[in-house]
C-alpha cells in the first residue's frame, strides 16, 4: 500500500511545528526534536485518513462541494503545470454544484473544446490511499 506522505513531508512539518515553538535561534541549528517528528507525523496520519493527502501514486483529480464553494484535489502529476490544468479551467466554469455536497472523481468529457467536467463516484468515505 502507497503512503500519503513521505519521510521527508514528516521532516518538513516537524520542522514547522519546532519553528512555532522552539527560540528564534534554536530551530535554525538544532533539529526537531522527536516529539515534534512524532506531533508532525500524527498530523500527517490524521489527513491521510480525512481524504486530505493524495497517496503519490493516486492519478485522479478530485472535487469537493462544500456549502461555501469547492476545492480541487490535484493528483502530485499536474504540480509542475498545476495552473495548466484543464481541470482547474473546467471547474471554474462551475456555476455552483451539480450533484450533492461531497467528495467526487472527476474527468473531463472530450467535447473538443477543453473539456466539461464529468462527475464520478462519490468517495466521501473511501479510506485513503484506495
Known amino acids: 500500500m502507497t503512503t500519503a506522505y513521505t519521510e521527508n513531508d514528516v521532516q518538513l512539518a516537524a520542522r514547522a511545528l519546532w519553528r512555532g515553538i522552539a527560540r528564534p535561534t534554536a530551530f535554525i541549528v538544532l533539529p526537531p526534536p522527536p516529539r515534534c517528528v512524532s506531533d508532525a507525523k500524527a498530523v500527517l496520519d490524521a489527513l491521510a485518513a480525512a481524504g486530505r493527502i493524495a497517496p503519490d501514486d493516486d492519478p485522479r483529480h478530485v472535487i469537493e462541494f462544500r456549502a461555501d464553494g469547492w476545492t480541487l484535489k490535484h493528483p502530485l ?54
Open 77 to 130: 502529476s499536474c504540480r509542475p503545470r498545476l495552473f495548466e490544468c484543464r481541470f482547474s479551467d473546467a471547474a471554474q466554469a462551475l456555476d455552483g454544484p451539480p450533484t450533492a455536497l461531497g467528495r467526487y472523481v472527476v474527468d473531463l468529457s472530450d467535447d473538443g473544446q477543453g473539456g466539461c467536467l464529468v462527475i464520478g463516484a462519490r468517495i466521501d468515505h473511501e479510506p485513503a490511499g484506495a
